[in-house]
Structure formats: structure tokens, C-alpha cells
């Protein structure tokens, strides 16, 4: 084999280089063109529809959330341990107490509102002398003073649904 190289190199160095035709180049070009081109198998994800969904995703999350924090429901802070429900005081508060309740039956299952203790002292101010607020946490109202104050208490409770000095106004159980 060695006899058959350094013939070939010996050709190579009389002949020098070769010339490639001239239509060689456009002939190579237009068989590149004509066959298919190979693509690889694998590419790459594409995040941006994921992304998109887990950003709708998120923010419907946070809407959620928001809206159970926001939402009036269970809470016992303005409507009392009888039960009730924050939708009677809301109503109650809208209406001023003046129209009669849709349903007076969960009107009658309120039987206390939390105020704050400045509200309560300006609602109880006028009524009888033996309602300070000073050092008590709970008042108790005969049935006729719940009439008369049952909608300034409600409205109160709905402007401050926690406040910082509650003072609980409830009524007398028959």
C-alpha cells in the first residue's frame, strides 16, 4: 500500500491543483435545494401558553382570596352569639331600621351588635344614666330600648365590623 500512496502523491505534486468544471458549484447548489432538509427531533418547549395559564391561574387565586377576605359572612363580630348573621344587620343598616325586614325571622335571632365603645356611649348618652360604658364590656337593653336604638346599633356595628374597643349591646332575654 505504501508503493500506491507515494505514487498518488507523486501525481499530486507533478499535476498541482485541479480545477473543479465550471457548472460544478451550481449543479452541487441545486441537489442541496432539492433534497429535504433534516430537522432535529427535539425541540424546545415552548412556556409562553404555559405561562399564560399559570398567570390566569395566579390572578384567579388572588381574586379568590380576596373575595373571602372582603366577603361579609360567618363573622359573629357584629351580629351576636345568637346566631343571625351579618345579612340582617347590612339590612338593617341600609334601610336605617325604619322599613320592616324582609325576613323578621332572622331579625329576631339578632340579639346583640359589637359597637365601638365611642359609638355606644353617643347612642346611650341620652338614654338613662345607668348605661356607662366606663369598664364594661357588655350593656343589656330592656325590650323597648332595643326598639329605639335597634337601627343606630346596627348601623353602627355594619361602619365597624371590628373594632378596637368593642363594647357589646345586647338584648334582655325575656
Given at each position: 500500500?505504501s508503493d500506491?500512496?507515494?505514487r498518488i502523491?507523486r501525481?499530486?505534486?507533478?499535476q498541482?491543483?485541479?480545477?473543479?468544471p465550471?457548472?460544478?458549484?451550481?449543479?452541487?447548489m441545486?441537489?442541496?435545494?432539492?433534497?429535504?432538509?433534516?430537522?432535529p427531533?427535539?425541540r424546545?418547549?415552548?412556556?409562553?401558553p404555559?405561562?399564560?395559564?399559570?398567570?390566569v391561574?395566579a390572578?384567579?387565586?388572588?381574586?379568590?382570596?380576596?373575595?373571602?377576605?372582603?366577603a361579609p359572612?360567618?363573622?359573629s363580630s357584629?351580629?351576636g352569639?345568637?346566631?343571625?348573621g351579618?345579612?340582617?344587620?347590612?339590612a338593617?343598616?341600609?334601610?336605617g331600621?325604619?322599613?320592616?325586614?324582609?325576613?323578621?325571622?332572622?331579625?329576631?335571632a339578632?340579639?346583640?351588635?359589637t359597637?365601638?365603645?365611642?359609638?355606644?356611649?353617643?347612642?346611650?348618652?341620652?338614654?338613662?344614666?345607668q348605661?356607662s360604658?366606663v369598664g364594661?364590656?357588655?350593656?343589656t337593653l330592656d325590650r323597648a330600648?332595643?326598639?329605639?336604638l335597634?337601627g343606630?346599633?346596627?348601623?353602627?356595628?355594619?361602619?365597624?365590623?371590628h373594632?378596637?374597643?368593642?363594647v357589646?349591646?345586647r338584648?334582655?332575654?325575656?
Amino acid at each position: 500500500m505504501s508503493d500506491e500512496h507515494d505514487r498518488i502523491a507523486r501525481l499530486l505534486r507533478e499535476q498541482g491543483q485541479a480545477e473543479a468544471p465550471p457548472d460544478l458549484v451550481g449543479d452541487v447548489m441545486a441537489q442541496v435545494r432539492r433534497e429535504p432538509q433534516a430537522t432535529p427531533m427535539h425541540r424546545g418547549v415552548n412556556w409562553r401558553p404555559i405561562a399564560t395559564w399559570a398567570a390566569v391561574a395566579a390572578a384567579l387565586l388572588a381574586v379568590g382570596v380576596g373575595i373571602a377576605q372582603l366577603a361579609p359572612g360567618g363573622s359573629s363580630s357584629s351580629s351576636g352569639s345568637a346566631g343571625g348573621g351579618g345579612s340582617s344587620v347590612a339590612a338593617e343598616a341600609a334601610g336605617g331600621g325604619k322599613s320592616a325586614p324582609a325576613y323578621p325571622s332572622a331579625d329576631s335571632a339578632v340579639r346583640s351588635f359589637t359597637v365601638p365603645r365611642h359609638e355606644a356611649e353617643k347612642l346611650l348618652s341620652g338614654e338613662n344614666e345607668q348605661f356607662s360604658t366606663v369598664g364594661r364590656s357588655t350593656l343589656t337593653l330592656d325590650r323597648a330600648q332595643w326598639n329605639a336604638l335597634r337601627g343606630k346599633l346596627a348601623a353602627a356595628a355594619a361602619r365597624h365590623p371590628h373594632p378596637k374597643d368593642p363594647v357589646i349591646v345586647r338584648l334582655r332575654p325575656d
